[in-house]
């Protein structure tokens, strides 16, 4: 009996790993998942899907003969449980790879490797260039975007939790800088570079520390997120990827968002980020 009953799990949760390729298949549609953040995954003011992930989704889905895509946005720290919960069928945002989302949901091969960096008031009164002198001065406040990693890094790195302020989005990070709520913003090198681009009152705070915690540099990769169980979805993703990332059609593709030769992944795996 108990052969028998395990024969059945077995069997749906086949069906199940199956269920939303043979569904996107069949329909020839899909939905992306964004957090409407520059570079990585946004929409234009037409509506239009841009950014690192929603480009590179766009040619795999193309190659995968999927032609109905529909995205959906919604905060960061929303993706995830967003994914879960079938308002979406993959995260295209960017979303580095961690052990902790990896007991959440697969992720796809890595498609790019960033740094971190600080969006600081212009001038930087504070002289604030790394997670250490936010950690060493009293009166200093940080933001963090909700369900970003920039949060595990200040609290392993050893900044205190009343100092650490959690933040919806990016928008809601930079107008809490200028009211004086918080004196840094964190996040990739990469995003903090575009936001003091639009807006003369901030700026990257330059140079940056390099991030490192229990000794290790702190280098955050991203890749596709897909439900527990679409084993199927993400290997067709993969497949594509893996004919694809590191050509010129890719760097090409992804330069305008300030991606390139020097953001490839390089060997590090989905499995190694993982563990």
């Known amino acids: 009996m108990k052969s028998i009953f395990a024969f059945i799990l077995f069997a749906l949760s086949t069906v199940t790993m199956a269920d939303t390729w043979d569904e996107i298949s069949k329909e020839g549609k899909i939905t992306l998942g964004v957090a409407n953040e520059r570079p990585y995954g946004y929409l234009t003011p037409m509506g239009e899907p841009a950014g690192e992930a929603p480009s590179i989704a766009m040619y795999v889905l193309d190659k995968l003969g999927v032609d109905d895509v529909e995205v959906v ?13 079938g308002r979406f069928d993959v995260i295209a945002a960017g979303m580095y790879v961690n052990p902790k989302r990896c007991k959440q ?23 604030l260039h790394g997670y250490g002198d936010v950690k060493k001065a009293d009166e200093v406040k940080m933001g963090v975007m909700a369900g970003a990693v920039e949060f595990g890094y200040a609290k392993k790195f050893g900044v205190p939790m009343d100092r650490i302020v959690t933040l919806p989005d990016y928008p809601a990070g930079v107008a809490a800088l200028k009211s004086g709520r918080i004196d840094a913003l964190a996040g990739t090198s990469l995003t903090m570079a575009q936001l003091a681009q639009k807006d003369e ?57 300030g991606f390139g030769k020097h953001t490839l992944p390089g060997d590090v795996t989905t499995q190694e980020l993982c563990n």
């Open 73 to 85: 946005v919604t905060e960061f720290g929303s993706l995830i449980p967003g994914l879960k919960a």
């Open 105 to 127: 949901v697969l992720f796809s091969n890595p498609t790019y490797t960033i740094g971190e960096g600080f969006l600081v008031l212009d001038g930087n009164p504070k002289g």
């Open 201 to 257: 009152r901030v700026e990257l705070a330059q140079p940056f520390d390099e991030l490192k915690i229990d000794g290790e540099s702190v280098k955050g990769y991203g890749a596709f997120g897909f439900r527990k169980g679409d084993e199927t979805l993400r290997d067709n993703f993969n497949r594509v990827l893996d004919g694809f990332l590191g050509t010129e059609q890719h760097v090409s593709m992804v330069k305008e968002y």
